[in-house]
Structures are given as C-alpha cells and as structure tokens.
C-alpha cells in the first residue's frame, strides 16, 4: 500500500536551515505533482510549494527565495531545502503526492514538526 515517510524535521534558530524529506512507496510517482504543505496551530493548511514531473516549481510568497523544493524521481523522494527560517515558519509540515491525470488520487504524509525558535 501506498505509504509516505517524511524526516528532517527539528528545532532551530531564527536563520538557520533544514531539509525536509518525504520518501514515498508503493506505487510510481514519477508523473504525479508532489508538494509541501504546512499548518501552524490554528490555522489553516496551507500550500508552501510543488513540483511537477518535467520539474516546473510553485512556491508561496512566503517562502518564495529562502526555500527550494526537488525531487528524485528514481528514489520517489521529494525535499525541501529550507533557509532563513523564521519563527513564523514553525508549523507541522506535510508532504503529498497527487495524480494529475486523476487529481482524487492523493496521498499524505503523517507531517513532520519544524519548529523556529524566537
């Protein structure tokens, strides 16, 4: 069965750098959108960035300079390397993969604490 491991992340100081790492199995995902989603307490889930199969990326304004998204496809791995932290960058982050032919086949993370000291 399909399954979605993310790792990488921490607590950190304002400035500093993680990456995270989401390893998905049990099917290929070659050809399927993969993204970062994140949701501080309270608040919404919200977009931070994706990746398409030929590579073309999308981030939010947010993040946009101070993070990059990639992947390997020979691996079904996606990361996201993420500089400058903030403190408001502290949320729990998730991973997903979405078929884009059928977008109802999705699948997520269990998420991964990234926490920014402030």
């Known amino acids: 069965q399909v399954q979605l491991v993310e790792s990488g992340g921490g607590l950190v100081h304002p400035g500093g750098s993680l990456r995270l790492s989401c390893a998905a199995s049990?099917?290929?995902?070659?050809?399927?959108?993969m993204g970062w989603y994140r949701q501080a307490p309270g608040k919404q889930r919200d977009l931070v960035a994706t990746?398409?199969?030929?590579?073309?990326?999308g981030y939010a304004d947010s993040v946009k300079g101070r993070f990059t998204i990639s992947r390997d496809n020979a691996e079904n791995t996606v990361y996201l390397r993420m500089n400058s932290l903030k403190p408001e960058d502290t949320a729990v982050y998730y991973c997903?993969?979405?078929?884009?032919?059928?977008?109802?086949?999705?699948?997520w993370g269990q998420g991964t604490q990234v926490t920014v000291l402030s």
């Open positions: 049990g099917s290929r995902f070659s050809t399927y959108v």
């Open positions: 990746i398409t199969s030929s590579g073309s990326t």
């Open positions: 997903n993969v979405r078929n884009i032919q059928l977008p109802t086949d999705e699948y």
